[in-house]
């Protein structure tokens, strides 16, 4: 009997079919696997590296909630913002 693995975190529907089709055994392995392995770090260095500055006025006060939230995130308040926006961007927080 199989028994299916219980997800410690929540998975988005694309995470749910991608770990759904490793687990029915779908996934072939790569006879490159070092290269594989190159392409893949370049591709995430390349991804944090290119990233748009701006500047935006914020409220004395918003400031002070900001850095009191970002604190108990272990961020700065800036690498907190940052965060929230790629949220915002990446639908995961949704506007009214």
């Known amino acids: ?31 490159k696997l070092k290269q594989e392995i190159n392409l893949a770090k370049k591709a995430a260095a390349n991804y944090f590296k290119e990233k748009e500055k701006i500047s935006v006025s914020v409220q004395t006060a918003d ?24 949220q915002l961007a990446a639908g995961h927080i949704h506007t009214k």
């Open 1 to 31: 009997m199989s028994r299916k693995r219980q997800a410690i975190f929540d998975l988005d529907d694309e995470e749910k079919q991608l770990s759904d089709s490793f687990d029915r055994g779908e996934w072939k392995s790569t006879k």
């Open 63 to 86: 400031m002070h909630v900001i850095r009191k939230m970002a604190a108990e995130h272990g961020l700065r308040p800036h690498t907190y913002i940052a965060s929230i926006l790629h």
